[in-house]
């Protein structure tokens, strides 16, 4: 029998796309979502891209009797993820399911934000992991939990391990920062796992999936 789901906050891109759909689905989460009292809240990567009439209309037809409420931020800063965190807090008091799904990749070398971070990593990395440590006092009070990052579960790789940030413009490329971000994703993810037993945590990779990112970066 699958957990109840009431409430769940989705971290993600413009909109919920077919591989989310599906693995929703294949859990029995959508179907709990339809209850009455079931509510998504949606997280909007980038309002820059965003029409929130094409959201509505996807997110409907997935969770017709939902509950939703759309924020918009920018999770490339980690201050903004707090703001997520917050939002979601104020709220819910209890959370069943932390959906991230978010990316971001640079074709045009580091692209470092106003926090000095790398856009790509912290939109991968460090925002995520922000805003599940700050939700898992409401996982911790949800009946069965999970956390759910869509990312690249399975690709991680060898890090350099004195720059992990990749500061350093000889260790930045696409490829190490993507590997950087998975593989610190996973250790992450695990190290919670054994903080709090009573979580579920997935990393998962999809494969390619056709989403905006890719209209982005072309």
């Known amino acids: 029998m699958q957990p109840e789901v009431k409430s769940c906050a989705l971290v993600k891109e413009d909109y919920l796309d077919g591989m989310e759909h599906r693995y929703l689905f294949a859990r029995g989460v959508v179907p709990k979502l ?5 509510r998504a809240l949606v997280v909007v990567v980038d ?5 929130k ?6 997110d409907y037809e997935a969770w017709p009797n ?9 999770v490339s800063l980690v201050k903004d993820a707090e703001k997520v965190a917050e939002f979601v807090k104020s709220k819910e008091s209890s959370l069943d399911l932390l959906f991230l799904s978010v ?8 692209q470092d934000t106003t926090e000095g971070l ?14 599940t440590q700050l939700l898992l006092p409401l996982l911790n009070q949800a009946a069965s939990p999970h956390v759910i990052s869509v990312l690249a ?3 991680e790789g060898a890090m350099q391990e004195d720059d992990l940030d990749l500061r350093q413009a000889r260790n930045w490329s696409v490829a190490r920062a993507s590997v950087h971000s998975a593989t610190m994703g996973t250790l992450a993810l695990e190290k919670l796992a054994a903080e709090n037993p009573g979580v579920s945590f997935v990393h998962t990779y999809p494969g390619f999936v056709a989403t905006p990112l890719f209209d982005n970066i072309v």
Request: include cysteine; hydrophobic fraction near 35%; proline fraction near 2%.
């Open 47 to 51: 309002p820059r891209r965003v029409d």
């Open 66 to 74: 939902g509950q939703y409420e759309i924020i918009e931020k920018n």
């Open 53 to 58: 009439v094409a959201i509505n209309e996807r």
């Open 118 to 131: 790398d856009a790509s990593m912290t939109t991968r990395y460090n925002s995520c992991l922000r805003i």
């Open 34 to 38: 339809m209850a009455l009292d079931g």
């Open 153 to 155: 579960g399975g690709l």
């Open 103 to 110: 990316g971001f990749v640079s074709l045009d070398g580091r």
